[in-house]
């Protein structure tokens, strides 16, 4: 399956990294375009994409709901999904747009298993993490534990760095040790999206081993030369 994650910013998304290097892990292949309509359309019409996939927080909500309605207009047949935290609190959003698919919380193993069945025509419909819009109908999945961090692939750091010289420029990559945060400031999302999980896992706040941080950092000094990294984590205290 081809696989394209559109954005509006011109900043490299983690959690596009993290899906990409899933997809790309099973098999698949993976693309992103950034910009206005003007921009990403003909990369659209070049990459012909199976699905169409938008990370969105609420400020990029308006960039998601425009431009999948464009896409539909086009005549593009890819399905669109749509994941991120925006999606993870707002589910019901499916409702209102053109999006094909929804995704709360992690992504990873419910975007590859997506990819899978749209490739081996299987029914897609009961994928854990996702809300799917078939037949007039929102079919609600339940949501699936937590990844054990230790246990997930290294991030897809070539999607950006070979789309534009402009991410080779940067001067630095990100890295998260870990995830979640044990705190309960009432301005963040933190604690709703512990609530999210919840039900089916209370291990929400873990920290990977020093170990993998240390390998990551330095597969980014040997095969990327970086020079800075940035620590993404809500805090990097222990959670004990």
């Not at 490739?119 to 819009?133: A, G, H, M, T, V």
């Amino acid at each position: 399956m081809r696989v394209i994650f559109l954005q509006e910013i011109w900043f490299p998304l983690q959690q596009v990294m993290v899906l990409s290097g899933a997809l790309k892990k099973a098999g698949h292949k993976t693309a992103v375009a950034i910009g206005n309509w003007k921009k990403i359309f003909p990369e659209l019409r070049n990459f012909q994409p199976d699905i169409i996939a938008f990370p969105v927080i609420t400020p990029y909500r308006k960039f998601m709901m425009e431009t999948s309605a464009k896409i539909k207009k086009s005549g593009f047949k890819s399905l669109i999904i749509v994941g991120g935290y925006d999606a993870s609190f707002f589910p019901q959003i499916i409702e209102k747009t053109d999006i094909d698919a929804l995704c709360i919380g992690e992504g990873e193993e419910a975007l590859v298993e997506f990819a899978n069945a749209l490739e081996s025509e299987k029914d897609y419909s009961n994928i854990k993490n996702l809300w799917i819009k078939k037949n007039n109908r929102i079919i609600k999945n339940p949501i699936r534990p937590f990844i054990d961090l230790n246990k997930k692939d290294f991030e897809d750091r070539d999607i950006y760095r070979n789309y534009s010289s402009y991410f080779k420029d940067l001067g630095f990559e990100q890295i998260m040790a870990g995830r979640g945060c044990p705190y309960q400031c009432s301005y963040c999302f933190n604690h709703q999206y512990r609530n999210l999980y919840l039900p089916v896992d209370k291990n929400y706040c873990e920290l990977k081993s020093p170990d993998k941080v240390i390998e990551e950092c330095l597969i980014l000094k040997t095969k990327y030369k970086v020079k800075n990294i940035f620590f993404n984590d809500s805090t990097l205290v222990s959670y004990q």
